[in-house]
């Protein structure tokens, strides 16, 4: 009787890590900043700055901090926060290519 709930319980764990992995490849197919296996830094770093400065931009309390912080008006702040949005990490860098001899 309890070697059938070991196996009845090894079933459940499989059948629920394929779903986990099922779940996470759906997000990452439908989310772009949540990455995936061939996920570069510098891909993981341009996400995370452009959320962070689209919030600042769509939130207007967070957009106040930011033109009272800079000294500028709002929409001062809206323009420069969208022009960052363009290359939030700088430009992407070139890989190193290795020749395999």
């Known amino acids: 009787d309890?070697?059938?709930w070991r196996n009845f319980g090894g079933i459940i764990m499989s059948d629920s890590r394929y779903n986990i992995n099922a779940q996470?490849?759906?997000l990452q197919m439908k989310y772009v900043g949540t990455g995936h296996a061939d996920t570069t830094k510098h891909e993981w770093?341009?996400?995370?700055?452009?959320d962070t400065l689209t919030t600042f931009v769509g939130?207007?309390?967070?957009?106040?901090?930011?033109?009272?912080?800079?000294?500028?008006?709002?929409?001062?702040?809206?323009y420069n926060l969208l022009m960052r949005m363009v290359r939030?990490?700088?430009?992407?860098?070139?890989?190193?290519?290795?020749?395999d001899e």
């Open 24 to 26: 996470q490849e759906h």
């Open 59 to 78: 939130h207007t309390n967070l957009l106040d901090y930011v033109s009272i912080v800079e000294n500028q008006s709002r929409e001062r702040s809206r």
């Open 45 to 50: 770093l341009r996400n995370q700055q452009r």
């Open 88 to 99: 939030p990490c700088g430009p992407t860098p070139k890989e190193d290519i290795k020749d």
């Open 2 to 4: 309890l070697e059938f």
